[in-house]
């Protein structure tokens, strides 16, 4: 451990080497400072402008705006609360019909059931489905799964129309379509990010598993998928913000009615597919106002989605 | 050679075990020092892929001993002992040549049950990897994949596991906590107390003090000390001084030149530490230790 004569130890720690790194050090620090600040300057400043433009209507309904049903443009009487409901159900069954779906695609390209050679380009087809525009789902939507949900709706209707979700005959376009849009668009999320955080797992739990006598499926099931619960309860989070935003594909299938009904075979409409639809010719200072409100209540929501998610990776990764 | 307890059909397993043993015990000893041979190793040659990374291992392993694996870093001492339980199938595309016996039965067989296999030879690594789930959890894990058991009875044997890995004291008051808020002892100690509660006849143990400081490895070695003649234990270590603490068998690895892990020299630990007959064998123990 001899060092040279000419570095008496002390400069070891008090010189830097090289002068030049510390400066470009504390420049690149300040850059990223700089930008994240800029990040939060930008989101404050959407929402003071949204704020500033819903005011009309927060002042001229107040909160009642929340469960008011009411939505006449001629009249100026507006009420959030189909298009809440329209949001909250078609998002919810776009995330249960996906959930499944995209756990059996991230445990079926994370394990070693499929050769690599099919798992590998499936993985990849699964995340090339996020790329397809939301217009061109849509058109899909329309053209393709609307005739198709169609029969399955109306066996739906006469054999189980007692039960509330199935209760009115399909329309065409509705709550369902939309959700099973929505779930088309957030598969490719919700199975990456899950394959991904199931990849990670550490080896070392699978082998601890199997080395007890576990077959493949019981560690899947009792190991691998609750290591990686807070992960997939993140993606799904991710996932379910995508759906509460989504307008175009929505709005291409869901029918534009802001009615509130029990039926998932029925008309609806979501909060931004009805921004989309009604900006253009809004006029009056309180359907803009209206319309920005929506647009406020929007953000909570997927604030809050956020928000639980967050607390709900914290819970899990306590208890698991 | 039709010994049923490793087979695809659910039966009495563990009395079916006990009793053989037992008549194994009153038999005139095969081996030498009137000892059963638990698991016997014949020309064992081992592949990850093309690449042969032991060859030729002869070896008894002998029930209610502890025998030690010794050897310099990459002879394939790991590959050894997971070729044992046949753990070492999880590394993808493998080739094992010879045979491995565990009580008479070839674990290579067709018609082993690898799950009924693996929970006759239980396994400690190197890296203490407990669940994260609870400690209470994790001990039971194991009795829990092979059926339901009354709470009552399942208390009872999560205690007496954790007992027996001298961990009952330290975390009885918090069995519904994570295990994962143990030190690296306690995690270990958790590891081995989960392995010994679905009691495996043979234990493999993967350096399983190497990533605890002094004291967390003396108390494990202590608990192999405890359990040698409850179980018989397989150990990897690269302590020769616990080689000669915890083992009254040694095994000595190492590769040629063409990077192949062999068996050099097996024996009892005394012979093996103070009369090596192999000059490579002698060379490496007094390097070790001097
Ligand atoms: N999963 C694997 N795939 C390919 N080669 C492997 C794999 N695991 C180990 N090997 C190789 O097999 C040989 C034996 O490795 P092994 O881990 O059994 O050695 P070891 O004696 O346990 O070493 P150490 O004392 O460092 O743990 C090494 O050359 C190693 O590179
Ligand atoms: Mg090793």
């Not at chain 1, 990040?39 to 929340?66: K, M, N």
């Not at chain 1, 019981?218 to 995508?242: F, N």
């Not at chain 2, 494990?220 to 040698?228: D, M």
Request: one cysteine or more; proline letters at 6%.
């Amino acid at each position: 451990m001899a060092h040279s004569a000419t570095h008496p130890e002390d400069h070891l720690l008090t010189v830097s080497e090289n002068p030049r790194s510390n400066l470009l050090d504390r420049g690149f620090t300040v850059l990223v400072q700089g930008v994240a600040l800029l990040v939060i300057a930008i989101l404050l400043g959407i929402t003071a402008v949204v704020l500033a433009y819903a005011q009309p209507a927060i002042a001229h309904f107040g909160l009642a705006f929340l469960w008011s049903t009411a939505w006449d443009v001629p009249s100026l009487q507006f009420g959030a609360l189909p298009y809440i409901f329209g949001t909250l159900v078609t998002s919810s069954v776009g995330l249960i019909l996906a959930l499944p779906i995209s756990m059996a695609v991230a445990i079926l390209t994370s394990e070693n059931f499929l050769p690599a050679f099919v798992r590998e380009p499936l993985a990849f087809l699964v995340q090339l489905l996020a790329a397809i525009p939301s217009v061109v789902i849509g058109l899909w939507g329309i053209y393709v799964l609307i005739p198709f949900l169609l029969p399955i709706g109306t066996w739906l209707n006469n054999n189980f129309g007692w039960f509330p979700l199935f209760s009115t005959p399909p329309a065409g376009p509705g709550l369902l379509p939309a959700g099973v849009i929505l779930a088309v668009m957030i598969i490719p999320t919700i199975a990456s990010v899950s394959r991904d955080v199931l990849t990670v797992v550490p080896k070392e739990l699978r082998s601890a598993s199997m080395a007890l006598g576990a077959t493949q499926w019981e560690t899947i099931l009792a190991v691998m998928l609750p290591a990686a619960a807070p992960g997939v309860v993140g993606a799904s989070m991710l996932g379910l913000g995508r759906a509460l935003g989504e307008t175009m594909a929505v709005s291409m299938v869901i029918g534009n009615s802001g009615q509130i009904t029990a039926s998932l075979l029925d008309l609806g409409n979501t909060i931004p597919s009805l921004l989309a639809s009604q900006f253009a010719e809004a006029e009056s200072p309180l359907h803009i106002g209206s319309l920005m409100y929506l647009a406020l209540i929007l953000f909570v929501l997927t604030l809050m989605v956020n928000v639980a998610a967050v607390l709900l990776v914290r819970v899990f990764g306590v208890k698991v | 050679m039709n010994d049923p307890q490793l087979e695809t059909t659910p039966s009495e397993t563990e009395e079916l075990t006990l009793s053989q043993t037992k008549s194994g015990r009153l038999e005139p000893a095969p081996e030498p020092n009137e000892l059963v041979t638990a698991m016997k190793v014949r020309d064992l040659s081992f592949y990850y892929g093309t690449f042969k990374a032991i060859e030729g291992i002869n070896i008894d392993i002998y029930e209610g001993q502890v025998t030690a694996m010794i050897g310099p870093s990459g002879c394939g001492k790991s590959t050894f002992i997971k070729v044992l339980n046949r753990i070492s199938e999880l590394e993808g595309q493998v080739k094992v040549e010879g045979t491995v016996e565990f009580f008479g039965q070839n674990i290579y067989d067709p018609k082993v049950n690898l799950n009924r296999l693996r929970r006759q030879i239980g396994m400690v690594f190197q890296k203490p990897n407990p669940f994260p789930i609870s400690i209470y959890d994790n001990v039971a894990y194991g009795i829990r994949l092979f059926g339901r058991k009354p709470k009552v009875e399942m208390d009872e044997i999560v205690e007496t596991a954790l007992k027996s890995a001298a961990l009952w004291g330290e975390v009885k008051d918090k069995l519904n906590k994570s295990a994962l808020g143990l030190s690296g002892g306690q995690q270990q100690r958790l590891c081995i107390a989960r392995a010994l509660a679905v009691k495996p006849k043979v234990l493999l143990m993967d350096e399983p003090c190497s990533a605890l400081d002094p004291i967390a490895t003396m108390k494990v070695e202590e608990l192999i000390e405890s359990l040698r003649h409850e179980f018989t234990i397989a150990i990897v270590t690269h302590n020769m001084q616990q080689a000669s603490r915890v083992s009254s068998y040694t095994a000595f690895f190492s590769t040629d030149e063409s990077r192949v892990g062999h068996l050099v020299e097996f024996g009892p630990t005394s012979q093996i530490f103070l009369q090596a007959k192999h000059p490579r064998t002698r060379e490496y123990i007094e390097g070790r230790f001097g």
